[in-house]
């Protein structure tokens, strides 16, 4: 099954902007939106969560399907609350950052 080629032209639209973005402004943009996230599989790590956009992820609401970068693979992931959340999670989510796009 292959994607409608409207899906592509936007899919390739978005990866040109954010390659424009990073070297623009040299990650500096995105990191406003970084969120300290744990994957279903219990990894922590950091990525960018900007509202209402994401190139490299499939939104659930308030939970997205995305690449984990530190069990290298697929999953749910869902945003740790920086407020009630363990300190130790918080900083093992600090030490992986996963690709510099929405
Ligand atoms: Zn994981």
């Known amino acids: 099954m292959s994607c409608p080629k409207r899906l592509q032209v936007h899919s390739r639209f978005v990866g ?3 390659i424009y973005a990073r070297e623009t402004y040299n990650n500096a943009m995105f ?3 970084d969120r300290p996230v744990q ?3 219990g990894h922590f790590f950091t ?3 900007v509202p209402m956009a994401s190139a490299k992820a ?3 609401g308030s939970k997205r399907y995305q690449h984990c970068p530190v069990g290298k693979h697929w999953a749910m992931v869902s945003p740790l609350d920086e407020q009630s959340s ?3 999670d918080l900083e093992r989510a600090r030490e992986v950052h996963d690709l510099r796009i929405p």
Do not use: A, Q
């Open 58 to 60: 499939i939104r659930f």
């Open 16 to 18: 040109c902007l954010c």
């Open 86 to 88: 363990n300190t130790e």
């Open 47 to 49: 990525t960018i969560w």
């Open 39 to 41: 994957c279903s599989s």
């Open 31 to 33: 990191e406003s939106f």
